[in-house]
């Protein structure tokens, strides 16, 4: 649901979107689909004429951080796709609490459990490898 409001030099939008998207779980590294919703309004200035790439410089500057409409059609697919990009978690995970993979033998903790005991050391990869090459070293 999008509603369009235009005026002389601005074209409102607002409405709500609804989609699933495919996401990896940060923990598990699972392909899981991500319903998410959000609500959007925004405005766009309408440059009309002149393409932006060869407006005049004070235009090009007044214009560089706004969202703007220079033909006379607006575009929502490239501003959808940014809302979906925004939307995403930044680490999505397939449930609250999922376990993820065990950082010793990379079962998924889900599904089964292991006998690593990794309570007492968190190994940090990094500095695993760092220990690695160190005593890889010939002295
Ligand atoms: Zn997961
Ligand atoms: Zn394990």
Request: one cysteine or more; a negative charge; hydrophobic letters at 35%.
């Amino acid at each position: 649901m999008v509603s369009v409001i235009c005026s002389a030099d601005k074209v409102l939008i607002s409405g709500n979107l609804e989609a699933s998207i495919e996401a990896i779980c940060s923990r598990c590294l699972e392909t899981f689909h991500h319903q998410f919703k959000t609500d959007f309004s925004d405005a766009f200035t309408l440059v009309k004429g002149v393409p932006l790439d060869s407006a005049p410089e004070s235009l090009a500057a007044e214009t560089a951080n706004m969202q703007t409409v220079t033909g006379d059609y607006l575009y929502l697919d490239e501003y959808i796709r940014q809302l979906i990009i925004l939307a995403q978690e930044y680490s999505p995970l397939c449930k609250p609490d999922c376990k993820g993979l065990c950082a010793g033998c990379g079962a998924d903790l889900n599904q089964s459990t292991c006998s690593c005991d990794l309570d007492e050391e968190e190994v940090d990869i990094r500095l695993l490898k760092l220990k690695e090459l160190k005593s890889g070293r010939k002295v």
